[in-house]
């Protein structure tokens, strides 16, 4: 799993997914659990790595200049 996830992309994945994450607190009845797709943005910023760029062949990355 090569790291396809550049530091620009992670923090704004990041305030997403608390965002989502919040919604767990916000939102009243059945509505809330919604809340918990905001796992799927952190969790890809933990891992450094996104299956759905793989699937596209995106990377956010800055490459290493040698």
């Known amino acids: ?3 396809n996830i550049g ?4 923090a704004l994945r990041v305030v997403i997914g608390i965002a989502l994450l ?3 607190f916000i939102l009243e009845g059945n509505a809330r659990w ?3 797709i905001g796992i799927g943005p952190i969790l ?6 996104c299956p759905a760029y ?3 062949g995106v990377s956010t990355c800055k490459t290493k200049q040698s």
Request: aromatic share 10%; hydrophobic share 55%.
């Open 1 to 3: 799993m090569e790291k």
């Open 7 to 10: 530091n620009l992309d992670k």
């Open 22 to 24: 919040s919604l767990l």
């Open 34 to 36: 919604w809340g918990l």
């Open 44 to 49: 890809t910023v933990i891992l450094g790595w």
């Open 54 to 56: 793989t699937l596209i």
